[in-house]
């Protein structure tokens, strides 16, 4: 009689802890440690439709959103968490640089074509550069005081921000998406989604001098640098994939799936991580310290929301959050996690 109830009383127990193992249910379990955290939300004001690419002013410690939607620029300050000012007068504004020896600001209209430069004291337009059409991407290289600009169907205006004159030039096979300036060398790395590729151009030379094949994956619209590593980023949408190619060969050195309708990818040196921002409402952080990279848990944004900016100097990604029927336009500051 004792051995049968002792027997009832551990599969009581057993079944105590069964339940709360069902309530505590698989997220209670597996708890992991979020790689971002929402540090603060800063909103844009009456900002309606699509929201493309960001840059930042270190000495003013703001924030250039192009609100392509919109038709609007909003600047952010980062110091007081507070919008500025938002500047209407673009056509579909695109891309977004700013330029620090001439203290400007590059914006790229897909709309018109055209590059609208502005002072960043007060945000006073200084001059209009036209490219043609859908000009997109800006880069600034500020050691050969030059401005990059992807447009059209396939080229790379080279802009000198003295005279604020395009002075060059570089033909694709196709529009270009994002690209970079690597910093040790006269090469740009430039997705070429409409060719299937990653063209490698030469500064020096004003041509493409490679092609990276994008095998059998399209799409290819995020492109970041790792420097650290040797490495180019590149994210392509179908199937939804990053990949890593080795900064001298081209070849693939390391692969993960990610979430889809990725629009940004940035690296943090410090913590050897990639951060992925996707338009399915989410940014995905990737574990990069080895030569398998590993996802890490991902953080919920809103529909739509696809572009940002890692800015390094202030340990912070900036994401431009769309407008939806829950989430006003804003500008979320997220800060990594360990």
Known sequence: MA?????????????VLLGCAIMMGPAAQSAEPSALVVETKI???????????????PTRKRVYVAELGNNTVGIVDLATRKLVRTVKGFEEPQGIGYE????????????????????AEDFAPVGVIALGEDADNVRVDTSARRVYVGYGNGALAVIDPATRRKVADIPLRGHP?????????????????????????SRNASRQIESWPAGNLRDNFPLALDTANARVIAVFRRPARLQSFDVSSGRVVAES???????????????????VICGEGYVDTLDASGDTYKRLPRIATSPGSRTGLFIAGLDRLVVAIRATHEEPAAVWVLRPGE
């Open 43 to 57: 909103p844009l004001g009456d900002v309606t439709g699509r929201i493309d690419h960001l840059a930042f002013d």
């Open 177 to 201: 998406e994002s690209f970079q300036l690597d910093p040790s060398s006269d090469r740009v790395f430039v997705n070429v989604p409409t060719a299937a590729q990653i063209a490698v151009v």
């Open 3 to 15: 051995h049968a109830n002792a027997r009832r009383a551990h599969l009581s127990v057993g079944f």
């Open 257 to 275: 799936e990610i979430s889809p309708d990725a629009d940004d990818v940035f690296v943090d040196a410090t913590r050897h991580r990639l951060y």
């Open 100 to 119: 620090p020896t001439t203290d400007t600001v590059y914006v790229a209209n897909g709309g018109d074509g055209a590059v609208h430069v502005l002072r």
